[in-house]
């Protein structure tokens, strides 16, 4: 074997190093969080918690799932996960058919309708009028019925469906099948990695959405979902002036431990992450075989 | 026999009172005949767990539950905003300031045609207090529910704004007399060279501040009080030439932010100040590690006292004292406010989405009740608290330590802490309405280097480490409660708005400043862009409305 | 893709075998015409002093006032400063890591480690912005990790409230969507990499190339089209970039350069509920996307490269 030159021995040891570099930004937040909420509450204060727990305790975990609000918010995340998603997934599926479809008629027009909505929407305050009026505020359906078609995932799809050789559809039409049975028997089975990235799409912006549990579902603590319970825990921000003066007498919130919050974002992260590497192997497919055209 | 016809009698006329005086019957309520409410109140809170003991007392004897929906995350303002956008709103409603914006979308019912129906209500306030919370069109749609004494004063507290500082801080110091901005920075300063870490190595942080939302008042507000006025909030009303003036360009503020300014670049204000949450703030005091900081009572002590019970922190002497500090020494002070303030621009309201408003009155008026105010505030008795043979509530220390417990409080406790309240002495004549005011509570509560600080100071409460000026409330005091309330649709409001944005972003900028001299002018030529005159005149105007409709 | 559609030609009998198509396309339209259309008639709001009183229909028509209101107002100018400097920054600086990031990981011989990287790298993008955001403020905060590392290196000697400057409001966000997105986004990159003929490598090493010039010469000509039609369909999103982060973590002290048009509408549309006046922030917001596409498509086309449509 030829020797290394040094110029290919320096590339070498910086890209690791740069690799190093990466994996521990990438990783030490995450690590941190959990050290943190595998600590005790009133120690946790005094810092320099990194990579292990000084004061070990798993009662964070049962302060943070004694929460009633963030039982219901668990229930209906999952539950807004797995609806939303299942929907989501078979309107995206049929209308990339339908648009991927050579001999459709509207073909053009149909991918040009979602298309702009990509681009244009109403903004927040005529949504947030829509949703009032069609009832939607309010309820559990707020989260399930607005993402039901996402133009990017139709995208996706569409480009991956094109991709399929037009012999599959020109044969089964021979032997006298629909339209229906082309896209349940022989398109689908084929787009198993595509419907995967899609459906993990989907499944990712839901769980991780709060803003419309904030807006639409703000008095329903009924329908409160975990993002939004864990936001509250976080909450951090505030611009607005005002210099009131409102004066309790009793009422004062009881400050959430870091150690707490830290227990709660683990709860919050911790499906995802043990679900995603599972995924990989189809959303690396997907992604790269529908994202881009070759 | 005749025993017995008497006890029937006297039972006839209690309960014939009982029916006049509107007190609660004997009669429980069952769980299908008790009616669920929501409140959202615009102020952060903890919730309370479902199941709440105290609460579901209180469901079965008025027939009333509420569950309580806290601020979290959002401003007041956005909060009441998505409420209303949502069009959907929960029973009753503590808007904070944001009382205005529902009052103009008009979700509000309003109070005229049922609060004479409802004693214990019409009670909280004389007619012409009552009239003061009348809006544009006549009418009343919230009362409020803080500031309100019955009977006898029993304040032992100094319920209002001060700089605070660690009773050990005073006892390490030999108890000096600080009465001047130096002299309170000078304690601090040489306290931290002495003991810069706690005992388990957390770094001391001498003093901090809050500038979160409409809590900056922590940091804004200190000249008003320097300059010897009292809490008028926004501005202050020179009395003798019945003239608003504007605290943020008096001299004194420009003395007070050059000090703070000289303070932090010497590493005594923590460096998070201008940033951290109030969460966050709340966090750092309880810890027992900031030594002193500028606050009202009611904004950490509640929170703060609990976990140093908790954590044997009030033993170590972590408990804050108040001092009222003056920009020259011997000036007098107004910082403690002995008569009750009515702040008129918000309270409790219920809204059109109230199917029953009369059973919501009733609660509302039931939660007065003699009765259920002790269940609110003191808890249930023989658990919570003991009466002795005088009538006399007290509490055993195990008792105290319980009450102070966040577990406790969720589970247990229930005192729909914005829903209307007493202080003052209860309707029994011998008790405090709440524990905090009972006197004997407090010296027994007293953690013992408070007693000792007070001792040396000659103080026998909080008010008296204070010395303000005595004096009856002016009628047109608050003029906060004006402010409050403005809107963006008047010119003033408009730069009431843009003054608190300026004053948001340059006050801690002012601060943290390594050129104090030019960033103050900067500041100032900020804040006068904001147009303050055209604020400053429609106060000017309020004023004198308030002071002529109090000489008629 | 239009230019290979022939057109159809619309018969009864191909209407009969499309029925399947065209009923669920009319189920699709008129799901789009209700939750993205007809938000676009509330449009009219922008136009009237709307109350929620008197509705859309009887509101009374103001013209352009509130659009005269945006742009006499000093915080609006900010704010679309804001809004494109944060968009801008994040795009670039998304862009740049993600393809050195694909780039160096190609270079990683080890295939374990390759993998391992690859899987780890994936993981932020699954968290969602509150967690980030999360923890962006306690690493930043003035006994967070940032601070300690600096405080420790003797870069720094006393640690910053880095929330409290302006200055660096702006990176922090790029980084933010750095940090979260860069693994995500170099799975295209690392596909593209991979679909170059290894015959140019081998020809670029006989001729004497080492590593880097191969990465100059072949690696990043390979990719550029993907590189290129990832920027437009992302040129667009850019005014998208910026409401969490702002929304999460800013505060009253670096306002002036946080706050972006989501911000400004939701303080002036909820908080203030003035809806005529957030409704005409956000469709200046929607004109700003559909120009910035519109450009980044035309740039595209002239230089001879992908591009959208």
């Given amino acids: 074997m030829k020797k290394r030159s040094f110029a290919d021995i320096a590339f070498t040891i910086c890209n690791s190093l740069f690799m190093i570099a990466f994996v521990v930004i990438t990783l030490y937040p995450v690590l941190n969080t959990v050290a943190i909420s595998l600590n005790d509450g009133i120690d946790a204060v005094r810092g320099n918690i990194h990579l292990l727990p000084r004061a070990f305790t798993w009662k964070n975990y049962g302060t943070v799932l004694r929460k009633q609000n963030i039982v219901t918010g668990a229930y209906i995340s999952v539950a807004r996960t797995i609806l939303g998603t299942l929907i989501a997934l078979v309107a995206n599926a049929l209308l990339s058919y339908i648009v991927s479809r050579k001999r459709f008629m509207f073909r053009s027009q149909l991918s040009l309708f979602w298309v702009i909505t990509m681009y244009v929407n109403g903004g927040m305050v005529p949504i947030l009028l829509l949703y009032k009026s069609l009832g939607l505020t309010n ?67 839901q769980w991780n959405s709060w803003f419309d549990a904030m807006l639409y579902n703000r008095m329903k603590d009924e329908y409160t979902t975990l993002q939004f319970e864990l936001m509250k825990l976080l909450s951090s921000v505030m611009q607005q002036s005002g210099s009131a003066t409102n004066q309790s007498t009793t009422a004062v919130s009881a400050v959430t431990p870091t150690s707490v919050r830290a227990a709660a974002t683990v709860v919050t992260m911790l499906p995802i992450i043990c679900l995603y590497p599972f995924l990989q192997r189809y959303f690396v497919a997907g992604l790269t075989i529908g994202g881009v055209k070759e | 026999m005749k025993f017995r016809k008497y006890f029937v009698t006297l039972m006839a006329a209690a309960m014939a009172t009982g029916m006049l005086t509107g007190a609660v019957s004997a009669e429980e309520y069952s769980d299908d005949q008790i009616k669920d409410y929501t ?99 006549g009418h009343i749609y919230w009362a409020n529910v803080f500031g309100n004494t019955y009977g006898m004063s029993k304040a032992t507290t100094h319920n209002d704004e001060a700089f605070w500082i660690q009773a050990k801080v005073l006892e390490w110091a030999g108890y000096p007399q600080i009465e001047t901005l130096d002299e309170y920075f000078d304690v601090l300063e040489k306290y931290y060279e002495a003991n810069p870490t706690l005992e388990d190595g957390t770094k001391v942080i001498p003093y901090t501040m809050l500038c979160e ?155 007065l009740d003699q009765e259920i105010h002790d269940l609110r505030f003191w808890g249930v008795e023989g658990v919570d608290y003991l009466v002795d043979e005088n009538g006399l509530y007290y509490r055993t220390p195990e008792m105290r330590m319980q009450v ?87 010119e003033g409001g408009v730069a009431w708005t843009k003054m608190g944005e300026v004053k948001h972003e340059w006050l801690p900028k002012v601060v943290m400043s390594d050129d104090f001299d030019t960033t103050w002018a900067e500041y100032m030529e900020a804040y006068n862009a904001t147009n303050p005159e055209a604020f400053l005149a429609e106060m000017q105007e309020e004023l004198e409305r308030r002071a002529a409709a109090a000489a008629e | 893709m239009a230019k290979s559609n022939k057109k159809q030609a619309i018969t009864m009998k191909e209407i009969k075998r499309q029925k399947f198509l065209l009923i669920w396309s009319a189920v699709f339209v008129i799901y789009g015409i209700i939750f993205y259309y007809v938000p676009l008639g509330g449009w009219i709001m922008a136009f009237q002093h709307y109350k929620p009183k008197t509705g859309l229909l009887h509101s009374k028509f103001v013209g352009l006032d509130k659009f005269k209101f945006l742009f006499y107002d000093d915080v609006f100018l900010k704010v679309i400063r804001n809004t494109l400097a944060m968009g801008i920054l994040t795009l670039v600086a998304t862009f740049i890591m993600a393809i050195a990031f694909a780039i160096l990981l190609n270079e990683v011989k080890s295939m374990f480690a390759k993998k391992a990287i690859q899987t780890i790298s994936y993981l932020p993008h699954f968290l969602s912005w509150i967690i980030v955001c999360g923890i962006l403020h306690d690493a930043l905060s003035g006994s967070g990790i940032v601070n300690e590392v600096l405080v420790g290196l003797h870069i720094l000697k006393t640690p910053i409230n880095f929330f409290a400057h302006p200055g660096y409001f702006w990176p922090i966000v790029a980084f933010a969507n750095v940090w979260k997105e860069t693994g995500w986004n170099a799975i295209i990159y690392l596909a593209a990499i991979t679909s170059i003929d290894p015959c140019l490598y081998e020809a670029a090493s006989i001729d004497g190339g080492g590593r880097w010039a191969k990465i100059r010469h072949i690696t990043l000509p390979g990719i550029r089209p993907t590189i290129m039609i990832l920027l437009i369909m992302n040129i667009g999103n850019v005014l998208n970039t910026s409401f969490e982060i702002p929304y999460l973590l800013g505060n009253g002290l670096i306002k002036s350069v946080s706050d972006t048009i989501d911000i400004y509408v939701l303080t002036w549309g909820i908080s203030q509920s003035d809806y005529s006046l957030g409704t005409a922030a956000g469709i200046f917001k929607s004109i700003v996307s559909i120009v910035l596409i519109l450009i980044a498509n035309s740039v595209a086309k002239r230089s001879g490269g992908e591009r959208l449509f």
Wanted: hydrophobic share 40%.
């Fill in chain 2, 39 to 137: 409140m959202f109140i615009a102020m952060p809170g903890s919730e309370k767990n479902d199941g709440n003991e105290v609460k579901e007392i209180i469901a079965h004897k008025i027939g009333g539950r509420v569950k309580e929906i806290w601020l979290t995350g959002q401003t007041d303002a956005e909060a009441v905003g998505t409420i209303i956008a949502s069009g959907e709103y929960p029973e009753f409603i503590n808007g904070g300031d944001a009382m205005a914006a529902l009052y103009d979308a008009d979700v509000l019912v309003a109070w005229d045609d049922y609060i004479d129906n409802y004693p214990n209500l019409k009670e909280m306030y004389t007619d012409k207090e009552w009239d003061m919370f009348r809006q544009e069109d």
């Fill in chain 2, 213 to 367: 939302d409409w809590r900056y008042f922590c940091i804004e507000n200190a000249p008003e009080f320097l300059a010897g006025y009292p809490n008028d909030g926004s501005v202050i009303v020179d009395k003798e030439n019945m003239q608003i003036v504007d605290y943020n360009t008096i001299p004194i503020a420009e003395t007070y932010f050059r000090k703070l300014n000289e303070e932090y670049s010497k590493g005594i204000i923590d460096i998070e100040f201008g940033t951290q949450t109030y969460d966050e703030y709340i966090a750092k005091l309880s810890t027992g590690a900031v030594l002193g900081m500028c606050d009202q009572w009611w904004d950490f002590a509640y929170t703060v006292n609990d976990v140093f019970k908790q954590q044997g922190l009030d033993i170590a002497g972590c408990n804050y004292v108040p001092l009222g500090l003056v920009a020259e020494k011997g000036q007098e002070n107004r910082w403690h406010t002995y008569g009750d303030t009515l702040n008129n621009s918000s309270g409790v309201a219920i809204t059109t989405s109230c199917d029953d408003v009369e059973a919501a009155f009733q609660f509302l008026n039931d939660l």
């Fill in chain 1, 139 to 205: 309820t559990f359906w707020v989260y399930i019925f607005p993402g039901i078609i996402g133009a990017f995932n139709m995208l996706v799809m569409r480009t991956y469906m094109e991709g399929l050789p037009d012999a599959l559809e020109e044969s089964a039409q021979l032997d006298g099948a629909g339209y229906m049975t082309i896209f349940v028997k022989i398109i689908s089975p084929l787009c198993k990695p595509i419907y995967a990235t899609v459906a993990l799409f989907v499944a990712v912006g």
């Fill in chain 2, 404 to 490: 102070a417990d966040n577990e406790y409080k969720a589970s247990h406790m229930c005192d729909y802490s914005y829903m209307p309240q007493w202080g003052g002495t209860s309707k029994d004549g011998i008790n405090a309405m709440t524990p905090t005011e009972q006197t004997s509570e407090f010296f027994e509560g007293l953690a013992e280097p408070l007693v000792k600080c007070f001792e040396a100071y000659g103080a026998g409460n909080y008010p008296d480490m204070i010395h303000s000026v005595v004096e009856e409330n002016a009628p047109w005091f608050p003029m906060y409660s004006f402010s409050n309330a403005m809107t963006t649709e008047t």
